[in-house]
C-alpha cells in the first residue's frame, strides 16, 4: 500500500462545518425576517406600512434567499468533496467497498438512487472505518449504532420536501394571506434545516473523529501519515 494513496480528511471536514455553521445562521436570521415579514404585511393591510417599505423588504428577503441559495450549493460541494474523500480512502486502504467511489459520490445525485445510497454509504464509512481501526486496536468496541446516520438523512429529505412545498405555496400567493401562509411554510422549512445541519455536523465530527483515530492506531507502519491538502 502505497502511503500517499490515503488522503487527510481534517481541513475539508473543517471547512464544511464552518460552512454548516453559516447556513445555520442564515436559517436563523431567515426565520426572524420572515416573521417579521408577516407582521409588516399585515400591518400593511390597515395602512402601518407604505408601498416603499414593503419593495425594500421584498429586496432583502431576496437578497437573504440568494445568500442562502449560495451557502447551500457551496456546502453541497464541500460536503461532498468530504465525503469522497471519506469513502475513498477506505477503498485505498484496500478495504472491500459494496460502491467505487464515483458510484457513491454519484449516489447523491442520480434520481431515486439518491434516496437510498448516501445513507448507505455513510453508515458503510461509519462501520468500517471502526473495523479497519480494530485491525490495529484489538481493545476498541465497534459501535453497531447507526442511528444518528438515518435520523440526518431522514430529516435532510423532510427538509426538501417542506422547501419544495413552500416554495410552491409563494409561487401560488395573490394575496397577503397566502403570502403569509407561504413563509409560515418557509418558516418550517428554515427550522428543520437547522435541525438537518445539526445531525449533519454530528454525522461530520463523529467520522472525523475516527479517521483521526485510524490515524493514530496506524502510526507504527505510516498507512495514513501522508494526511495533506491538495
Given amino acids: 500500500m502505497e502511503n500517499e494513496l ?6 475539508r471536514s473543517k471547512y464544511v462545518l ?78 472491500k467497498m459494496e460502491y467505487t467511489e464515483n458510484g457513491a459520490v454519484w449516489g447523491y445525485f442520480i434520481p431515486f438512487v439518491n434516496w437510498v445510497r448516501p445513507i448507505k454509504t455513510m453508515k458503510e464509512i461509519y462501520l468500517k472505518t471502526q473495523k479497519a481501526i480494530k485491525e490495529y486496536d484489538s481493545t476498541l468496541v465497534l459501535d453497531q449504532n447507526t442511528s444518528f446516520i438515518t435520523m440526518w438523512w431522514i430529516i435532510y429529505l423532510a427538509n426538501g420536501v417542506v422547501g419544495n412545498f413552500a416554495s410552491k405555496a409563494m409561487n401560488r400567493a395573490t394575496t397577503i394571506d397566502e403570502f403569509v401562509d407561504a413563509n409560515n411554510i418557509y418558516i418550517v422549512s428554515d427550522l428543520i434545516d437547522i435541525l438537518s445541519v445539526a445531525l449533519a455536523v454530528i454525522v461530520i465530527q463523529k467520522i472525523s473523529k475516527l479517521e483521526l483515530s485510524l490515524k493514530k492506531a496506524d502510526k507504527s507502519m505510516s498507512l495514513i501519515d501522508q494526511i495533506g491538502t491538495e
Fill in 6 to 11: 490515503v488522503k487527510d480528511n481534517t481541513l
Fill in 18 to 95: 464552518i460552512l454548516f455553521a453559516a447556513l445555520a445562521g442564515i436559517d436563523a436570521i431567515s426565520v426572524g425576517l420572515n416573521f417579521y415579514q408577516n407582521s409588516v404585511l399585515k400591518g400593511y393591510e390597515v395602512g402601518e406600512y407604505s408601498d416603499e417599505y414593503i419593495n425594500n423588504l421584498d429586496y432583502a428577503t431576496m437578497f437573504l434567499g440568494i445568500l442562502q441559495f449560495i451557502c447551500i450549493i457551496t456546502v453541497i460541494v464541500l460536503f461532498i468533496k468530504w465525503f469522497r474523500r471519506a469513502y475513498g480512502n477506505l477503498i485505498r486502504l484496500e478495504i
